[in-house]
């Protein structure tokens, strides 16, 4: 499974179609992206995992979100001001 997700993120080039958000519209997309990266990085630390898996996440928010807001959102998490659940 490992080497599965290794070669999905060799092979990566840009985020793929999500069913979840079908219009031009990317902004939820790019927000749940990073939560998501973010809990999972969380998760799987605490558990002592390798935290490999997440970089589909990652790789994925970073493709479709504006660096600025992705600057902002770690800035806040730094100051525990950040709205969002991880």
């Not at 070669?7 to 992206?33: G, H, I, M, S, V």
């Not at 898996?53 to 600057?71: A, E, F, G, Q, T």
Request: include cysteine.
């Amino acid at each position: 499974m490992a080497e599965d997700i290794k070669e999905k993120l060799k092979n990566y080039r840009t985020a793929p179609f999500d069913a979840r958000f079908p219009n031009q519209n990317q902004t939820k997309n790019c927000w749940q992206n990073y939560l998501d990266y973010h809990r999972c990085q969380k998760a799987l630390t605490a558990k002592g995992a390798d935290i490999t898996p997440c970089d589909w996440y990652k790789r994925v928010y970073k493709s479709i979100c504006p660096l600025s807001w992705v600057n902002k959102w770690d800035e806040q998490r730094d100051d525990g001001t950040f709205p969002g659940k991880i």
